[in-house]
């Protein structure tokens, strides 16, 4: 197991005790990022699916694969960061004879023993075979590799109030959202339930009735106090204030309608799920 270290909260100063995490690779060595500690961590104030996973280097079989990127939440102020992880080195190639570098190792064949091949302003010049071949560079470094999709959200039929707050659960952890806890209790139908994960402060409304402006600013409240992005889901809709509010305050909305499908109502909600949906 890794050593825990010390990491910074960047908005209360205090030091937080910290082990990387270990994830079994295919090959089955144990792989853990590598922390930069001497970058310092961001703040988590929107999380995006990009963010939530990091590219680690198997040391043993050289493997590179998606991991989650590491995080810690502050014991003091509750603050999430994230913590920056070293990227994987690039594979050196290796050296012609005596050391010779890759470019100058690389035998040319239109180069001839009769001279030197390129002239003063690169035409043709004395020797049999002599003109430049107008290739690019010797070595050109292959294009990144594009991102891991995200995978199809597989909805849940929603028959009670309790399949609802299930559904809000699954679709913020398909947003990425780690540790989301439900409430232990079932619902109840009169009444708002909520969720934490950290970073996120979510409110599921399973009632029939849509949900008013004051629902949109108490989810606002809590999540300005746990310093925590603010989501809300309802069954039932939204009324024209309470949309108009959440568009003020940049609260994510969501409806979710019986076969257990979100659907993003305002831009902040857009945001969140991303293109990539």
Known sequence: MAEAVPVRCPACLRENGYTAPVFPCACG??????????????PLTHRTWS??????????????????????GCGSCGTVVLIPVHPPEATGTP????????????????????GPVDGPAGGPTGGSGGATD????AHIPPP?????????????????????????????RWLGFRDVQQPDGR??????????????????????????LRAVECVWLNGLTASATSVYFALAGYTEDARARADDLGIPL????????????NDPADALVGPDA
Do not use: K
Request: glycine share 8%; charged share 15%.
């Open 29 to 42: 060595s144990p792989v853990h990022p590598p922390l930069d500690l001497a970058a310092p961590p961001v």
């Open 51 to 72: 963010d939530t996973w990091v590219t680690v280097r198997c040391t043993t079989c050289g493997r590179e694969s998606e991991w989650p990127h590491p995080e810690l």
């Open 95 to 114: 050296a012609g004879p005596a050391g010779a570098s890759p470019a100058t190792a690389r035998p040319d064949p239109d180069r001839t023993g009769s």
């Open 134 to 137: 107008g290739r690019g560079p």
């Open 144 to 172: 990144p590799a594009p991102p891991v999709p995200r995978p199809a959200f597989r909805p849940v039929t929603i028959r009670t109030a309790r399949d609802a707050v299930a559904t809000a659960a699954l679709y913020l």
């Open 187 to 212: 619902p109840i139908p009169a009444a708002t339930v909520d969720l934490r994960a950290p970073g996120l402060v979510a409110q599921v409304d399973p009632t029939t009735a849509p949900a008013g």
């Open 254 to 265: 969501f409806v979710m309608d019986l076969t257990g499908m979100p659907q993003p109502v």
